[in-house]
């Protein structure tokens, strides 16, 4: 009696330990979120100068997205500066009607340089290229 009271325990013990093997649910692998790398900003030193005319000029520099637009990095520098910019925006582009109070008019007018040469686009079309100078000239119009 004994052999088979042994053989019921061990039997029974075998079902308990199937029953919870079985029954028990499964742990999950841990999902890591997947890191994705910082997308790489390739920055620029963009150079700006704004020349109010007799001989009264500032000058900027700041490290830009390659992205900027002669007129972004004014505006860019202007927020920064707290320098005042009015605008307006037309088919052709954005026109500058004042800088720090010096407004566009028949007289003078703000006009845009490119490594010297005046700008050939509205300036929020013209796309910077790394080594670019930009000169913002109150000057009369040709």
């Known amino acids: 009696m004994n052999k088979k009271f042994f053989l019921f325990i061990l039997a029974s013990a075998g ?54 637009t002669a007129f972004s990095l004014l505006k860019t520098i202007s927020e920064k500066e707290n320098i005042a910019l009015v605008t307006e925006q037309y088919d052709f582009g954005i ?27 509205a300036a929020d079309l013209y796309k910077l290229k790394p080594g670019d100078v930009v000169e913002w000239q109150y000057i009369k119009p040709e």
């Open 95 to 121: 026109f500058v009607k004042s800088i720090n109070g010096y407004e566009s008019s028949a007289e003078k007018a703000w006009i845009y340089f490119i490594n010297g040469e005046s700008g050939t686009v």
């Open 15 to 68: 079902v308990i330990i199937s029953a919870f093997l079985l029954l028990t649910p499964k742990s999950q692998p841990i999902k890591t979120p997947e890191i994705s790398p910082t997308p790489e900003v390739n920055l620029q030193n963009a150079k700006l100068t704004i020349d109010y005319g007799e001989n009264n000029a500032s000058n900027y520099e700041l490290d830009a997205p390659q992205d900027l």
